[in-house]
């Protein structure tokens, strides 16, 4: 089945602990993209990769870094969280041109 | 600046009351515009993709058509299931890899 996988789903933290979110997908896809969803602001895309070893960063990439070593994996890194980084957050891949294909998300709360 | 707003922020109908949801976008010149779906506590599910103004798109109850200036979310004799927030997005020609998604409408339909 072609999915997205997000782990973990739920992550409740403290300030300056860093922390990881793995993403994979199974589709080959050349494009992946880490977005973090807040009420009334939407998805706002916060680093994208092109393929391996080719990121970029979106709208809001202050205090996150994020690698892309292999083809299916992206992993997301808050070095030192703070609280203003407590969100729903969706890792997504695709094709060349295709449409998106997201993960089911990660809660996170930083205390 | 590349913006989406979509409108109307939430939306209430009865099962069966037809309706639309509109997102207008402002981008320097559309490579393509998608429509996706949310339910709670999911990743966005992909819907449709339109390309070019006039195109138009359709699938079970749902309709999505474009102009130049917006889209339109046209759904026909909704039932329960179609509750869900409805996410806009748009991808820029100077961009492969920027989508800029709007805040979304929560469409509620009562049985």
């Known amino acids: 089945e072609a999915q997205v996988t997000q782990n973990p789903r739920y992550l409740i933290t403290v300030t300056g602990k860093k922390l990881t979110v793995t993403c994979s997908q199974n589709?080959?896809?050349?494009?992946m993209s880490w977005y973090r969803q807040d009420p009334g602001l939407g998805l706002r895309q916060i680093y994208y990769?092109?393929?391996?070893?080719?990121?970029d960063k979106g709208d809001v990439p202050e205090g996150y870094k994020v690698s892309r070593k292999e083809k299916r994996n992206f992993p997301l890194i808050l070095e030192s969280p703070s609280p203003n980084q407590t969100s729903l957050y969706f890792c997504?891949?695709?094709?060349?041109?295709?449409?998106?294909?997201f993960g089911d998300g990660t809660r996170l709360s930083i205390l | 600046e590349d913006q989406v707003t979509q409108s109307p922020e939430a939306l209430r109908l009865q099962e069966g009351e037809s309706s639309s949801l509109n997102c207008s976008y402002t981008?320097?010149?559309?490579?393509?515009l998608f429509w996706y779906r949310q339910d709670p506590g999911k990743g966005p599910e992909f819907l449709f993709t339109?390309?070019?103004a006039g195109e138009e798109k359709e699938k079970e109850r749902l309709k999505a058509t474009l102009t130049k200036k917006e889209s339109f979310l046209h759904i026909t004799a909704p039932k329960p299931e179609d509750s869900a927030t409805y996410l806009c997005?748009?991808?820029?020609?100077?961009?492969?890899?920027?989508?800029?998604f709007g805040s979304g409408t929560r469409l509620s339909i009562r049985p």
């Open positions: 981008v320097s010149g559309l490579r393509g």
């Open positions: 990769s092109m393929n391996v070893e080719v990121t």
């Open positions: 589709m080959n896809h050349e494009y």
């Open positions: 997005a748009v991808q820029a020609r100077s961009s492969a890899s920027k989508i800029i």
């Open positions: 339109l390309y070019s």
């Open positions: 997504a891949s695709r094709a060349a041109d295709g449409p998106q294909h």
